[in-house]
């Protein structure tokens, strides 16, 4: 049984780095194939993706974000960290992580409850 | 503004069909597989479809997915009012030296 969650603050400042954690269990982000990507989606607004990292730690960014965000993977605690620099209040978001593997052509197929951020001063 | 273009709604009355749009570019669709995403108030997207017009397991084949060039249509037959979500497409995309996925805006189903 896959599952994800994502923890983190629910709060940060303006210019304040972000840093999100998503623990899964249920699959190895080691076997080949894997790979757990970070979505997120403004209130009432679109879903944004935003990076992805692979079985073997290659990795892709949205490119509008790409110079803020960090994403990076610790096999051994099952998890998958994601870090945003320099926040903004447009960057007030419910952000998910997902599972995904190359047989459904990397499509999100399990996703977590997702963490509601709020950047206010 | 989303890369992928949807309608911002669609209706239909229980039983009827109704299909979902999405237009890209070739960069996206027109060079790679779309995902459809179904949103039930309050609770994360679900996989619907993936490769196109593959179902995941557990997804009734009421919903079925297709690909014409630069654009996908969602069809969902025999409308239920537990169909009434937000629906979004997605899909990878080549332009840049990096891929990255893009998503179209969304379409909100009513069932009326």
């Known amino acids: 049984q896959i599952t994800l969650k994502e923890s983190g603050p629910t709060l940060v400042k303006p210019t304040q780095t972000l840093t999100l954690t998503c623990t899964f269990s249920?699959?190895?982000?080691?076997?080949?194939?894997?790979?757990v990507g970070w979505i997120r989606q403004p209130p009432g607004k679109a879903l944004e993706w935003l990076a992805l990292v692979y079985w073997d730690d290659d990795k892709r960014y949205s490119p509008s974000l790409k110079s803020r965000l960090t994403i990076t993977q610790d096999t051994s605690k099952n998890q998958v960290v994601l870090t945003m620099t320099n926040m903004d209040p447009v960057d007030t978001a419910t952000y998910y992580c997902a599972h995904s593997t190359t047989t459904i052509r990397h499509a999100f197929d399990f996703w977590g409850r997702g963490t509601l951020v709020t950047v206010s001063s | 503004q989303s890369v992928l273009t949807q309608p911002p709604s669609a209706s239909g009355t229980p039983g009827q069909r109704v299909t979902i749009s999405c237009s890209g570019s070739s960069s996206n669709i027109g060079s790679n597989y779309v995902f459809w995403y179904q949103q039930l108030p309050g609770t994360a997207p679900k996989l619907l479809i993936y490769r196109s017009d593959q179902r995941p397991s557990g997804v009734p084949d009421r919903f079925s997915g297709s690909k014409s060039g630069t654009s996908a249509s969602l069809a969902i037959s025999g409308l239920r009012s537990e169909d009434e979500a937000d629906y979004y497409c997605a899909a990878w995309d080549d332009s840049l030296s990096s891929p990255y996925v893009v998503f179209g805006g969304g379409t909100k189903l009513t069932v009326l």
């Open positions: 249920g699959f190895s982000l080691s076997s080949s194939g894997v790979a």
